[in-house]
């Protein structure tokens, strides 16, 4: 399992501009990069503190891991 970091910040935002990853949330992801940074800091804060469990989904070698 790997943590989310703020290098991962450019790709977070990219994936919420996505209209078809958001078309059926209540919310439509960060409103810029900075804000993404801002996110993962903060879930990685609630991770920390036990107050959140995030799990996400990502792509490596052609295979999906979740």
Same mark, same amino acid.
């Given at each position: 399992?790997?943590?989310?970091?703020?290098?991962?910040?450019e790709d977070l935002?990219? =994936?919420?501009?996505?209209? $078809?990853?958001?078309?059926?949330?209540?919310?439509?992801?960060?409103?810029?990069?900075?804000?993404?940074?801002?996110?993962?800091?903060?879930?990685?804060?609630? =991770?920390?503190? $036990?107050?959140?469990?995030?799990?996400?989904?990502? $792509?490596?070698?052609?295979?999906?891991?979740?």
């Amino acid at each position: 399992m790997s943590q989310m970091n703020t290098e991962d910040a450019e790709d977070l935002y990219h =994936f919420y501009s996505d209209s $078809k990853v958001t078309q059926y949330l209540d919310w439509h992801g960060p409103a810029s990069v900075q804000d993404s940074r801002d996110l993962i800091q903060s879930w990685n804060q609630y =991770f920390q503190d $036990k107050r959140l469990f995030p799990w996400g989904c990502m $792509k490596s070698r052609g295979h999906f891991w979740m």
